[in-house]
């Protein structure tokens, strides 16, 4: 991060330690960092889905998990549309369009 604070991969990975410690709060604030930033272009390798939907996937899974299920509906719908693997987007949003109904019962 020091060196390249503009590269979403390191600001994700600090995301997914938090996450993984079930640490959902302080995890949203490293994967919203990633959210805007530009892939590289200067032949280092890039993990591309910490500039697509990853993000955005993995603060609505937080959400979810704090219970703020109305944010997490629209992350996943947000996530659906950066997402560059068809299949990958679709799921995004069956998944977003279930959670929305379980909020309507």
């Known amino acids: 991060i020091y060196y390249a604070p503009q590269r979403a991969e390191a600001w994700l990975l600090i995301g997914d ?29 890039v993990f591309h889905p910490a500039y697509q939907h990853l993000p955005l996937e993995r603060m609505a899974f937080c959400h ?10 629209s ?4 996530a659906a549309k950066k997402a560059t693997i068809p299949h ?14 379980s909020l309507q019962n």
């Open 17 to 45: 330690i938090a996450y993984e410690n079930q640490r959902w709060e302080q995890a949203i604030p490293f994967y919203r960092a990633c959210v805007g930033a530009v892939a590289p272009n200067d032949g280092a390798p």
């Open 88 to 101: 990958d987007a679709k799921i995004l949003k069956d998944f977003a369009k279930k959670l929305r109904a």
């Open 75 to 78: 992350l996943f719908h947000e």
């Open 64 to 73: 979810l998990a704090l219970d703020d299920v109305k944010t997490a509906v």
